[in-house]
């Protein structure tokens, strides 16, 4: 099953942007990319996904490298409501089933 | 208003002692799973269903059964439950289709004794 890899942690200053990498080198070809974060005390939500191209949202900006083995999410500016933990997810269908598998993402501290 | 209901919220119960936590979605996704939430580990998958009488095991499905039988209802049931089975347990839906986004519930806290 293909797997993701972030850093356990990450620092941003207020109003900066902030990039968050994960790695996914094993993905396959029917692999969509999902981003989620979970704020303290909550479920997690939706941010933004991907196949092949970058996105763009209301909330956030999704860079996919072109052999697809990484991808990027883009916060344009940090407020101290997007500290949360970010999940990259890889979401795909094999055969008859459709897993889903979160690692133990990425927490994103932000500084005012 | 479209959501993922979950109940219990909380939960203490003793080692052996059958349980259900019931989660609900008002969306008519085809798609639902449940996770379970331990610090350090992220969410892991435990059962998954891709619609009504389909289901199959995620990563971590020992000690859990699920079952599907409305489209709008998927329980998870542990028969007997034991302290390993201590933590935040999260059910999620999602149209059918690995593109669409799983919208989640707000979690069931379960402490086993």
């Known amino acids: 099953d293909a797997k993701t890899t972030q850093p356990n942690s990450m620092e941003s200053n207020e109003e900066e942007p902030v990039h968050l990498p994960c790695n996914h080198s094993?993905?396959?070809?029917?692999?969509?990319i999902h981003w989620y974060r979970q704020l303290p005390s909550q479920g997690p939500e939706y941010v933004i996904h991907?196949?092949?191209s970058n996105v763009n949202n209301r909330m956030a900006s999704l860079a996919i490298a072109e052999d697809r083995k990484s991808s990027t999410l883009i916060l344009h500016r940090a407020t101290l409501r997007d500290a949360a933990v970010y999940y990259c997810?890889?979401?795909?269908?094999?055969?008859?089933?459709?897993?889903?598998?979160f690692g133990p993402g990425t927490s994103l501290s932000v500084i005012p | 208003e479209a959501q993922v209901t979950q109940n219990p919220r909380y939960l203490i119960t003793v080692t052996g002692k059958k349980l259900t936590v019931t989660c609900s979605q008002n969306?008519?996704?085809?798609?639902m799973s449940w996770y379970r939430q331990d610090p350090g580990l992220g969410l892991r998958q435990i059962y998954y269903?891709?619609?009504?009488?389909?289901?199959d095991k995620g990563d971590v499905p020992e000690g859990y059964k699920v079952s599907r039988k409305e489209k709008r209802n998927f329980p998870l049931i542990l028969e007997s439950p034991s302290p390993n089975q201590t933590s935040l347990y999260f059910c999620?839906?999602?149209?059918?289709?690995?593109?669409?986004?799983?919208?989640f519930g707000p979690g069931t806290r379960l402490t086993v004794l």
């Open positions: 999620a839906s999602r149209l059918a289709g690995p593109y669409n986004e799983q919208f």
């Open positions: 094993t993905i396959s070809g029917t692999d969509y």
């Open positions: 991907g196949l092949t």
């Open positions: 997810i890889l979401s795909g269908v094999k055969t008859s089933y459709d897993k889903v598998i």
């Open positions: 969306m008519n996704h085809e798609y």
């Open positions: 269903s891709m619609n009504v009488e389909v289901t």
